[in-house]
């Protein structure tokens, strides 16, 4: 397959020795038929010059190859002189001028020309040329001549880049971007790390824009490239090869993100390890992108909501607090003396370094879509067009650096507005990024959420992901934006903190402070002054007082109700809502977001810290629970089929059980050293076998409670022979409904099924429940049913004797439980258990509890 | 002093010829300039450039304005070298293009095809005010031209304010810091020395002026 055309090749210099011998260079380097170059250097009588008459007959000569033509210049005139040449070229074949190094520009080119490439590709390929050498020099890449082992050990299968005499072949890879939300700020900026970390010049394409540098997150971010949209990747200098099949199968993952329908397969896209310099080989690059089927990019949502959406559950009465960022406009008219620009963008270099500096460390103190969200910023913050571009407004334009920050960014959003959807929402972290830069600049305070004495309702016209990091859940009843979507970050992160939220509200932010709200985030309502009646339907922390125990029935049946904590920052909050210790103290925040298992002697810190809140309370650890919907790099497997089916819980100690010994020693070495009473349980326990060797484990550690999570119908079936095995068990609902009715929990089309109400998932708790009082084992519920004032009765009557939950819901299940009787609990249990579906149940455990 | 109101075909010539005269006098000083900040050819390649041009044109001189400058653009381009060959070339080739198929223009005609003249160099340079280039002498020197004619003023009054206000804007480059060319590699040491461009173009509005009082 040899290719039909070739790219030609002009060389324009001063001077004719200096474009012979940089000539002579590059075509050492091709080994079979090199591509068509002609020269257009000096002038005719041999002395420095160009001639773009001259320039304009070499083009025609290097149009031979039928491939279009590359011209590279040295400097000054050869430019004019190229450009010019242009106007002189009748019937014009394809020609690029590139901003390439000369020399090197010249040798990439010729290189690649040789083997056959098109012409944007060689034009690409000379434009990265500088990079190697760049980098050689500023010491940033990895050492290319370091032994192989490093890096080609554990790099995937790749196909090797081609080497001629020493100088690493360009790579070139297609891949379709296949998660709904597009190459927007998140995956920018893994990318943008990726290619940095990696030492190689690579640009990303679409078919109707780019190249941009993908090292840049913001250029990345401005290719809008959307589900189905087909990203050319092509990249040179050292690691290229590996670094774009890497890149590819990033993209080609969905970065772990929801698939667009019809781009769920395997990734389309496929490296292509081009360039071999023989001529003979030169099967070389991709194909372009078909032009109609994969190339359209998804048409952008629009952003404008004509009406409030609620994104985050709950209702709640509290007073507002406006919060109004911005920093005020930087004078346009400012300038900075020429002596003065030096200092003047050191100060901005520092700045935006600075403010980088300080969002990274905060993404490091926080976990999950928090932390990623904050890495993205902090990536817009670092990001080395911004500086360069910002930079060269105050070198060139003696812009002051506040000024040339805001004009920088203000360009950025206007392009993430211009390209819709998700990547519009994004403006909100850019401005937040500008905010901060000038704020710093000005030395003055950060803007951020306001302080206030008692609990609020924050109002703004949009959150940065910044503002809700410091956000106290048990301050902030709820949140209303006049911006953002149901995908911005208000949204996201409200729903992980479990605060009400509701976005598109326009006209929030002109309501007085202080004055009161009700908030709705599951309908999107939201009423200024509610009357009493309204007021009343909250069930929002501020119109309950704390839970005051002992946890018991009207007729004095204990239930222990326990907070779940999945951080130490619910410590405080579980304190103050009256929780009676935690039934479900969940451990993954001290292992995602990490590469390799924290130390022993981490877990061990992190673990005092929640132990010494609870002293002389119970505290039951739940073991690792990794897997499914919480992959970690150094435990579990990236490419199940079916992750929730998969190697999750318990079971990833099969694989590798140091991991679950050194926890379970950490959770020891933490319990002899605090108060609490410490019981553990293992998740996702599913035969007599696998409780038994916990057991054992977890004995030998030195630990003396030891339970486990029931969540699998093949353990509640077996609950009898489970409860011999251990101390205690504890229902996990949300996977209980989820397994027992075969409907994926994250699914909202079949949230009906994964429904704790369903009667099959009652009668597994009731096999549960009734396993626990034939052995005398304590059954706890620690799942969202434990939370639900309606249904707590009735896992009370199916035998339950501890309901733990997330801290806001525990004064409204104590208020409930304390109203109605065990007898009752157990007619409302045997009604709902005989009913037919969840509605039914409803009704059935109301009425048995009214009676 | 008998001024005349148009310039024709032997004013053009001799307009192209005054200015050779001027950079092969002033060969060394833009020379010298140029060695401040550039690569020591400008006068050189400048005298060289107009030589080739007076020769071809004194050979077989071209019937129209069109014609003649096009010649003078093309060997400019061929024969100069640095950047002033597509700078002044592509000055020429358009100036002749918007004066057309005549043979004579008068101040408003003339105006016009330098403004053509100037837009070429800013098509092609991509300078702007303050570049430290030809554009600088260029410009202002255009504007007073164009006040000069809108005023009534007599095409020598006329272009005597276009040679006024490009020596004006020559002096004004000394303090610039370049940002086109070679000289922009020099950053800030290429303050305090003229533009060499700047001041050959104050050289050609000098020579337009000699002729059109002359």
Redesign the interface.
């Given at each position: 397959m040899s290719a039909p055309t070739r790219v030609g090749i002009v060389a324009v210099s001063h001077s004719r020795p200096l474009a012979e011998a940089a000539t002579a260079l590059a075509l050492e380097m091709v080994a079979g038929d090199p591509p068509p170059i002609a020269i257009a250097a000096g002038t005719d009588d041999g002395r420095t010059g160009t001639d773009a008459v001259r320039v304009a007959e070499a083009i025609g000569e290097a149009a031979a190859g039928g491939g279009g033509v590359l011209v590279l210049m040295d400097l000054g005139s050869a430019v004019l002189s190229a450009e010019m040449a242009l106007e002189f070229v009748a019937d014009p074949p394809p020609v690029r001028l590139v901003a390439a190094p000369f020399v090197e520009g010249l040798l990439a080119a010729v290189v690649r020309a040789a083997g056959g490439a098109d012409l944007d590709t060689v034009a690409i390929e000379a434009l990265g040329a500088l990079r190697p050498k760049r980098e050689q020099l500023d010491d940033a890449a990895p050492d290319d001549a370091a032994p192989p082992a490093s890096g080609a050990a554990d790099a995937p299968p790749t196909p090797s880049a081609p080497v001629a005499d020493g100088m690493p072949a360009p790579a070139i890879a297609e891949a379709t971007v296949r998660n709904v939300a597009g190459l927007h700020a998140r995956p920018a900026a893994d990318l943008a790390q990726l290619v940095m970390a990696s030492g190689a010049a690579i640009t990303f394409a679409t078919p109707s824009r780019g190249p941009v540098d993908a090292s840049s997150p913001i250029g990345i971010a401005t290719l809008g490239a959307g589900p189905g949209t087909v990203v050319r990747i092509a990249g040179s200098g050292p690691q290229a090869a590996a670094t774009v099949e890497a890149l590819r199968a990033l993209i080609d993952s969905g970065f772990g993100e929801e698939l667009a329908p019809g781009l769920e397969g395997e990734g389309a896209g496929a490296a292509t390890g081009a360039g071999e310099a023989s001529g003979a080989s030169a099967a070389a690059v991709a194909a372009p992108a078909t032009p109609a089927a994969a190339a359209t990019p998804a048409p952008a949502r629009p952003t404008s909501t004509a009406k409030p959406i609620g994104v985050s559950g709950g209702r709640v009465v509290g007073p507002i607090a406006v919060l109004v960022h911005a920093a005020d406009e930087p004078d346009a008219a400012a300038r900075v003396p020429e002596a003065e620009r030096a200092d003047a963008r050191a100060r901005l270099r520092e700045a935006m370094l600075a403010i980088a500096g300080e969002l990274q460390q905060r993404a490091d103190r926080v976990s999950g879509q928090r932390r990623d969200v904050l890495r993205a910023t902090a990536a817009i913050a670092a990001d080395p067009a911004l500086h360069r571009a910002a930079e060269a407004l105050v070198r060139d334009d003696g812009l002051t650096p506040e000024r040339a920050v805001w004009v920088e960014l203000e360009r950025t959003v206007a392009q993430y507005r211009e390209l819709g959807g998700r990547m519009a929402e994004r403006a909100t972290d850019l401005r937040d990024v500008r905010d901060r830069i000038i704020a710093r600049l000005r030395g003055v305070e950060p803007p951020g959420v306001p302080e206030r004495e008692h609990p609020f309702v924050l109002v703004a016209d949009d959150l940065a992901p910044v503002d809700t990091v410091g956000l106290d859940p048990d301050r902030c009843l709820a949140i209303v934006t006049e911006q953002g979507g149901p995908t911005s970050h208000t949204a996201i992160l409200a729903r992980e903190l479990g605060i009400p939220a509701i976005v598109g509200a326009t006209g929030a932010t002109a309501l007085a402070d202080g004055t009161v709200v009700l908030v709705d985030g599951d309908t999107g309502e939201l009423v200024e002054r509610p009357d009493e009646r309204a007021q009343a339907t909250a069930t929002g922390v501020i119109t309950l007082p704390p839970f005051v125990g002992p946890g018991q029935t009207a007729d004095g049946h204990r239930v222990v109700l326990g907070a779940n904590v999945g951080a130490p920052r619910d410590i405080r909050r579980a304190v103050e809502r009256g929780a009676e210790g935690v039934g479900l103290f969940r451990t993954e925040f001290c292992f995602l977001d990490r590469v390799t298992a924290p130390s022993v002697d981490d877990q061990v810190a992190a673990y005092r810290e929640v132990f010494a809140a609870f002293p002389g309370q119970t505290v039951v650890v739940r073991t690792l629970d990794a897997g499914s919907d919480k992959p970690l790099p150094f435990l579990t497997a990236l490419d199940e089929p079916n992750p929730a089916l998969g190697v999750r819980g318990y079971r990833t100690a099969r694989r590798d059980p140091a991991v679950l010994d050194d926890q379970l020693r950490a959770i020891a070495i933490a319990a002899a050293a605090e108060r609490a009473d410490v019981e553990v349980m293992a998740p996702m326990i599913a035969t007599v076998g696998e409780a038994v060797e916990f057991a054992a484990r977890a004995r030998a550690a030195g630990l003396e409670r030891v339970g486990l999570t029931i969540e699998t119908p093949s353990a509640a079936l077996v609950a009898d022979e489970l409860c011999a095995a251990v101390d205690f068990v504890s229902i996990g609902t949300n996977d209980l409904s989820q397994y027992t009715m075969a409907a994926d929990r994250m699914s909202g089309e079949l949230a009906s099924l994964a429904d704790a109400w369903q009667p099959a998932v009652l009668r597994s708790i009731r096999l549960i429940g009734e396993a626990g009082a034939r052995t005398g084992t304590p059954v706890g519920v620690c799942g969202e049913a434990a939370a639900d004032p309606a249904l707590a009765p009735v896992l009370v009557g199916l035998g339950a004797s501890s309901l733990s939950m997330a801290a806001r819901g525990i004064t409204a299940v104590g208020a409930v439980l304390s109203s109605v009787t065990l007898a009752q609990c157990r007619a409302a249990a045997e009604a709902a258990c005989a009913a037919v579906d969840p509605a039914a149940a409803r009704a059935a455990a109301r009425e048995a509890l009214a009676r | 002093m008998s001024t005349t109101d148009t310039l024709t075909m032997p004013a053009f010539t001799a307009w192209l010829a005054a200015f050779r005269d001027r950079v092969t006098e002033q060969r060394s000083y833009l020379t010298e300039l140029d060695s401040a900040i550039g690569?020591a050819?400008h006068g050189a390649?400048m005298a060289r450039g107009m030589a080739a041009v007076m020769e071809k044109v004194e050979a077989a001189a071209p019937p129209t304005a069109d014609e003649l400058f096009k010649t003078v653009g093309?060997t400019l381009?061929?024969?100069?070298?640095?950047?002033?060959?597509?700078?002044y070339?592509?000055f020429f080739l358009r100036f002749g293009m918007a004066a057309g198929a005549v043979t004579e223009c008068d101040a408003a005609a003339l105006s016009t095809a330098l403004r053509a003249g100037l837009d070429g160099v800013v098509a092609?340079?991509k300078a702007e005010a303050g570049d430290k280039t030809m554009f600088d002498a260029l410009a202002p020197a255009l504007e007073a031209m164009d006040a000069a004619v809108a005023s009534g003023a007599s095409l020598a009054e006329a272009t005597a304010a276009a040679r006024d206000a490009a020596a004006a804007g020559r002096d004004a480059t000394e303090p610039l810091?370049a940002?086109k060319?070679?000289a922009s590699y020099l950053g800030?040491r290429s303050a305090g020395h003229l533009d060499p461009g700047a001041t050959s173009a104050a050289l050609l509005m000098e020579a337009l002026a000699e002729v059109a009082a002359s």
């Open positions: - | 690569d050819d390649n093309m381009v061929t024969s100069v070298g640095g950047a002033s060959g597509p700078l070339g592509t092609r340079g810091v940002r060319g070679r800030e």
